[in-house]
């Protein structure tokens, strides 16, 4: 079987340490491996299939002789991403630095699998509240033509990589000692409250994150007629985001149908039987890569509505999972730059 | 000044205490003050005004010589309103009992005050997630007919009573130190976690929570054409219910006439200047009296939308400090039973 030389940019944080569990997971053919990150985190041991690799700074050269590289978030895309392709590697970006980019294939492997094919050495992966919806949405876009939908997100503090953890532990300990919290990744104290601001406001008084969640929504199904808003929420939990989505279509769709179609879905797992209690829920979706579907329900307030509420563990279907995806379809289409 | 007395049914629990806090707070001018709870808090004693009470055992006898009595939740009002009304005492009530008796008005003081004059003993306080919404809707419906609305909830354990606040701090502790939750009020671990069921499953696999938002918001409004879907979801925060709203009207309201509409109406406090990160959170809205409102921004996806993003303290203005604001409309109208 064929190997492939991979290089992992910010292997330290959050997303990236997922990246190696799911490329293990995945059995991903990984020829060589490179672990990269910023020089404060250079010097690190990490294992991959028990065998212990030094995180090294990233440079230029961290991209020689490498096929896939991939790039777990933040700026290191923007500064490292072309020497990268200039290098041979197909970049695979968990950033939101390209993805608006018309060159830049913006992919869920279950929703559009096909734009891996034209990429021009950059694939985007959208953002994590962005992937779940979608692979919510296309099944019913498929059979029914989607032309509105309006979510509102309840997302956990990983979204915001270890720090946010960190600070919701910390703080959470703290108000329940009697102390004080002191934010310092999120706006406010996130623990026990609800803060309704996720990354930084844009037009019309809608946050970046909300943006996305249209923007990319609308690239990734290829249709800008699908009307879509959104209200994005950073809640006190630690992994996997939530999502209660609305949705109208052009046919009518029924519960049923729509349960039918989520079942039929790859990468849907439906949790629907509200008799027995089971619906999902973020506590019992993490370190799962699919996404969770459940609370089905024709919405009567319109003639042909749906509400569901989907939710994900947003560092791996949301972050590393789906990248490493697109990585297996780099393989499957042999769409490599060299 | 003349003077009442009330009778506080279920006083010893979170929105019964709150009930005698804001009889207090507002200078309610309490005449004979009587405390009655199940046979379990009976013997309690608790302070008015400095001045030591003994909570009683409810009993027929109780609403004797009273001329208010406040229901603060639960089936008390179906065992003992009816008595309490034979004797000639106005019977406010926190509980779903009555509310959607036609010949019971269901009653927010800013939105539908006139309800209290044609009461035939009792007056009913809506749902918690019903009162802070119909607050924020009847200034645009009034400005420009609501013709849809989607709501998405995140609602405090208080919610729950007592019980819910105790169970999200024992469960956080517990979690905090490495061990296992045991849920009893809530039907999964609620501390770092999203549980979308709140009260019963019913018709079309919604919860009764959620129908309570459609039903007694067309019922306040008196209005069946106001569309209403809901989701509703408990989230880990101990106090004030937040609610995304998404609003479609008839006429178009630009985000700054919302904004006026609101801030010119009983009730409501604007918080929105996201430059200066102000909008509503539970943790700053508790203990208040309010409807915080914020994010109010048009929603392009329909040519008539906006989306707001509405807090407030559900033990207080979702329940007893409604149930007193009713008490003094009482007052106010003279529409006593004597």
Chains 1, 2 share one sequence.
Request: glycine share 6%.
């Amino acid at each position: 079987m064929e190997q492939y030389n991979v290089v992992i940019v910010g292997a330290a944080g959050a997303v990236g340490q997922e990246l190696i569990r799911i490329l293990e997971e995945r059995n991903f053919p990984v020829g060589e491996l490179r672990l990269c990150a910023t020089t404060r985190s250079a010097g690190k041991e990490m294992l991959f299939r028990g065998k212990p690799y030094i995180v090294e700074a990233t440079t230029p050269d961290s991209f020689q002789g490498m096929d896939i590289a991939l790039f777990a978030g933040g700026a290191a895309s923007k500064e490292f991403g072309p020497a990268a392709v200039e290098r041979g590697a197909v970049v695979i970006d968990n950033s939101s630095n390209f993805r608006m980019d018309p060159a830049v294939p913006l992919v869920v492997p279950e929703v559009n699998p096909e734009d891996v094919k034209w990429h021009k050495g950059i694939i985007a992966n959208p953002n994590c509240s962005t992937i779940q919806m979608v692979v919510a949405l296309k099944p019913i876009h498929d059979a029914a033509r989607i032309k509105r939908v309006v979510v509102a997100t309840y997302q956990a503090v990983s979204g915001a990589g270890r720090e946010g953890i960190d600070e919701l532990v910390s703080q959470t300990g703290d108000v329940l000692a009697g102390g004080e919290a002191s934010p310092k990744v999120f706006q406010y104290q996130i623990a026990f409250n609800l803060i309704p601001h996720i990354d930084v406001f844009m037009d019309m008084d809608y946050t970046k994150e909300e943006w996305k969640m249209v923007r990319e929504t609308q690239k990734i199904l290829h249709d800008d007629s699908v009307a879509i808003t959104a209200t994005t929420v950073r809640v006190p939990v630690y992994r996997s985001h939530s999502e209660a989505i609305n949705i109208e279509t052009e046919k009518k769709v029924t519960a049923a149908e729509a349960k039918k179609l989520f079942e039929e879905f790859p990468g849907i797992i439906v949790l629907d039987d509200p008799a027995n209690k089971k619906y999902p829920m973020p506590l019992f979706t993490s370190n799962l890569d699919e996404v969770f579907i459940g609370r089905i329900r024709e919405d009567n307030s319109i003639p042909n509505g749906l509400n569901i509420w989907v939710v994900a563990d947003q560092i791996r279907k949301g972050a590393a999972t789906n990248a490493v995806q697109i990585a297996e379809l780099v393989v499957k289409y042999g769409s490599f730059l060299k």
